[in-house]
């Protein structure tokens, strides 16, 4: 839609305009420019440049990184964010102030008398306050080049000092061997997992995937009903009719440890007695009224269902499905295989028709116990006119085939949890990779980066160094071979790099499975917490990269502040200039603030007890919000223009970031300047 909106602005400007756009001549634009460029020069725009190079060596000095890495990253936030907020509010003013200025000392009667357009007038303001911002990048871009190489000889030459000292197997000893070899301004173009799951058990090639009970663990299964299926559910409501969600799954179990028992007696799941053991006793005609032992009988297999919306988020709480129960038993069906018939209640059908799409979550509630789940472990059954018949609405296809069960683990402070053991009797975490760019290091190698984040309990017993150990094994998908477990010795919440022979990843299809091998501790990761290098960069050319993403959002500015200018006064149009630039911006940071429903809230929080004068409350606020969200609509997403993001993180910066920001700027580039040319048109700035 921008850019139907944008070519329909120029053909309208070209319409409205058509003598003026004959007329046009690149030569008188950039004259126009070179007086725009000449005026800022001599209005010493350039000296902030100083001022702001000194406040910044002022400021890195007073940060406290935790490393080196973290210091270089610091410094290079704080550099290209000087350099933005500089080049911004340059280009705001200049450009703001520049048009009405020019009108109110009439300087604009020699120009506009002149055989020049109105046109040429618009793109020779818009050209040169565009080079004024270009040379405030540069300088600070040579600054930056300059002060972040010194800092880096600096710092490598203190990680060589220390590797000398460090231990072999200290968990810092891989990163200063790695620093010291590739200093800190390091950049890598990686390859991220196209999924990360946790599970009880690595997954084998019959499809099932297992998760177990009282590990946090859990899968969803998404569900997309098409317009007839929902129509399906509301007839369902209507006539008060059941509506059954059927779970098949397996189960397998083994002897519960003392810990396992524990948990089944903290959880208060009652042990099924097996049907052979005859109860117990205490005299000729008076049975124990005891509960069967845990150590003679198995607890059930429970789990807790509930609904999830588009985003994540409950449509359905847990305690809606079991009424606060402990969990769901899943048991034997009639052909033998494990599984849960759920009537869902008129009142949580009514909301799966109210959503256009859902995930059924299903956790695993009971210690001891697996739980394997298939292709299509989840199914919603709607009867038709009679029990004997019904509709089936099933997973989301596609390709022809369902889509998989999604296994996850619950959240923890930075990422999902990873449960530790010694023996490697843990949680799993696998991470696939699908098509892998690959790319080869030193000696033939691979280089994988992994940043995980560690909790621990009280009876958190370390290994023998005393540090958290992490297991590490690939798993070629093409050749079924494994390479083995690869030991670790990682730092919380720093990146360790990892070599691997690269033929352990021939044909780039591949799963990395990941086991924390400490005892009672526990892993949090996240999809990007493992990535595969791909190829080493140039950092200077990455930098410029990020110094021209910036160029571009200061031209964005610029062409903003020259419409603005040309309808309203300099103070009003940097205004403007703002709300437009950072409308979106603002709200998106509301959030769900603005989703429907927030009128009842306010009227609520205000304590509106009327009922007219609530409903009039309620429906102006729900008014105010969708106006807003479709104000923010149109105006510029400067979210597109991601500067820092990657190159503090060392990582190349991705041409569809360029090109994102470039669209942005063109779009709204045609738009504003075509409008911006219309205006002036009609606006009589000289006799």
């Not at 290079?76 to 200049?94: P, Y």
């Not at 999902?416 to 023996?423: E, H, K, Q, S, T």
């Not at 494994?482 to 691997?500: F, K, N, Q, W």
């Not at 940071?589 to 009922?611: S, T, Y």
């Amino acid at each position: 839609m921008g850019w139907v909106v944008a070519a329909a602005a120029m053909l309208l400007a070209i319409a409205m305009g058509w003598s003026d756009v004959v007329r046009f001549r690149l030569r008188r634009i950039w004259a126009l420019s070179d007086t725009c460029f000449t005026e800022a020069i001599r209005r010493r725009v350039l000296l902030v440049t100083p001022l702001a190079i000194i406040g910044l060596i002022v400021v890195v000095q007073l940060q406290q990184p935790a490393d080196q890495q973290d210091a270089i990253r610091q410094t290079t936030k704080f550099c290209l964010f000087a350099s933005g907020l500089l080049v911004t509010v340059t280009a705001l003013i200049l450009a703001c102030t520049n048009l009405p200025r020019e009108i109110e000392s009439r300087v604009i009667y020699t120009i506009v008398t002149k055989p020049t357009t109105r046109l040429e007038v618009v793109l020779g303001k818009v050209v040169g306050f565009a080079r004024v911002s270009g040379l405030i990048i540069l300088i600070m871009g040579l600054f930056t080049f300059v002060y972040l190489e010194l800092r880096n000889w600096h710092m490598v030459r203190g990680v060589e000092a220390r590797l000398r000292d460090e231990a072999p197997d200290s968990p810092e000893h891989m990163a200063l061997a790695h620093w010291a070899n590739v200093g800190f301004l390091d950049t890598k173009s990686l390859d991220f997992p196209q999924d990360l799951g946790f599970y009880s058990r690595v997954p084998g090639e019959d499809g099932k995937q297992w998760m177990a009970g009282a590990k946090s663990q859990y899968f969803l299964v998404q569900f997309d009903p098409s317009e007839d299926q929902r129509g399906l559910l509301a007839a369902a409501v209507e006539k008060n009719a059941d509506v059954d969600l059927l779970v098949t799954l397996n189960l397998v179990r083994h002897k519960p440890s003392d810990e396992e028992l524990k948990s089944i007696r903290e959880l208060g799941i009652t042990p099924e007695q097996p049907a052979s053991q005859k109860p117990f006793a205490l005299g000729p005609e008076l049975p124990s009224t005891e509960p069967p032992s845990l150590a003679n009988s198995e607890a059930p297999a429970q789990i807790k269902v509930r609904f999830l919306d588009s985003e994540h988020r409950p449509i359905v709480a847990f305690e809606e499905i079991d009424a606060g129960a402990s969990g769901l038993t899943v048991k034997p069906s009639v052909d033998g295989r494990p599984g849960l018939v759920l009537k869902l209640s008129d009142n949580v059908v009514q909301r799966l028709v109210h959503a256009p799409a859902f995930y059924v979550e299903i956790s695993a509630i009971t210690p001891a116990v697996e739980f394997g789940a298939g292709e299509m472990p989840v199914v919603l059954f709607v009867p038709a006119g009679n029990q004997s018949a019904g509709a089936m609405i099933q997973p989301k296809f596609a390709n022809g085939h369902p889509v998989a069960p999604r296994f996850l683990a619950r959240s923890v402070r930075k990422g999902m949890l990873l449960m530790g053991d010694a023996n490697g009797a843990g949680t799993v975490a696998v991470y696939r990779f699908r098509g892998a760019h690959l790319g080869h290091g030193a000696g033939g190698n691979a280089a994988f980066q992994l940043k995980p984040w560690f909790e621990r309990n009280g009876d958190f017993q370390g290994a023998d160094t005393g540090f958290s150990v992490v297991s590490l094994e690939i798993l070629n998908r093409k050749n079924n071979r494994s390479s083995g477990a690869l030991r670790l010795t990682p730092e919380m919440d720093r990146t360790s790099y990892i070599d691997v022979p690269a033929n352990e990843l021939a044909g780039g299809d591949f799963d990395v499975i990941l086991r924390d091998l400490t005892p009672n501790q526990w892993l949090g990761i996240e999809p990007t917490s493992l990535a595969l290098v791909t190829a080493d960069r140039s950092f200077a050319f990455n930098l410029f990269k990020s110094l021209f993403v910036l160029w571009m959002l200061s031209v964005l500015v610029v062409v903003i502040s020259v419409f603005c200018s040309t309808f309203l006064s300099w103070p009003i149009a940097i205004v403007l200039t703002l709300v437009i630039l950072l409308g979106r911006w603002g709200v998106d940071q509301l959030g769900d603030a603005l989703n429907p429903g927030v009128g009842r809230l306010v009227a609520g929080d205000f304590r509106v007890n009327d009922p007219g004068t609530s409903r009039v409350v309620s429906t102006s606020v729900e008014g105010l919000a969708k106006a807003l969200k479709d104000l923010a609509a149109v105006l510029p997403d400067v979210s597109q223009f991601p500067v820092s993001e990657d190159i503090e993180r060392g990582i190349s910066v991705p041409a569809a970031k360029i090109t994102g920001a470039m669209e942005v700027l063109v779009i709204y580039g045609l738009i504003l300047v075509s409008m911006s040319y219309l205006i002036l048109k009609r606006k009589e700035v000289a006799p």
